[in-house]
């Protein structure tokens, strides 16, 4: 059974920082790919950030890029969201997804997820 389970979230003041952790079992962890990605009250779900555990390769949504470190430990099937600066609009639940790296778009849309954890609550305050 596959199940992805974040955590980490918090409440943190602007400009502070948190890591997201995502633990992932029940398939090929390094076959995948890993995304975050977010969802604040009343807001589509967005994209955050994707690893391709088959290369390495990353990717960021514009709002973050500089700011948010994302990261593979291959060993102990966990995925990392590292979160700097952060700003009271990164508040949100924040969501870890798997996804089959062939085929997956250039932009990673949420869509082409199949498997998803529960979410964490990420609350920056100003």
């Known amino acids: 059974e596959v199940q992805l389970v974040e955590s980490g979230g918090g409440l943190v003041q602007a400009g502070g920082s948190l890591r997201l952790s995502c633990a992932a079992s029940?398939?090929?962890?390094?076959?995948?790919?890993i995304g975050w990605f977010r969802q604040a009250p009343g807001k589509e779900r967005e994209g955050v950030s994707c690893?391709?555990?088959?290369?390495?390769?990353?990717y960021y949504a514009g709002s973050v890029k500089g700011r948010f470190t994302i990261s593979s430990d291959n060993a102990k099937n966990l995925v990392y969201l590292r979160m700097n600066s952060l700003k009271p609009e990164d508040t949100a639940v924040y969501y870890c997804?798997?996804?089959?790296?062939?085929?997956?778009?250039?932009?990673?849309?949420?869509?082409?997820?199949?498997?998803w954890g529960q979410g964490t609550q990420v609350t920056v305050s100003s």
């Open positions: 690893i391709n555990n088959r290369d390495g390769s990353t």
């Open positions: 029940g398939f090929t962890f390094d076959d995948y790919a």
């Open positions: 997804a798997a996804a089959d790296p062939m085929g997956l778009s250039s932009n990673w849309p949420a869509r082409e997820f199949d498997n």
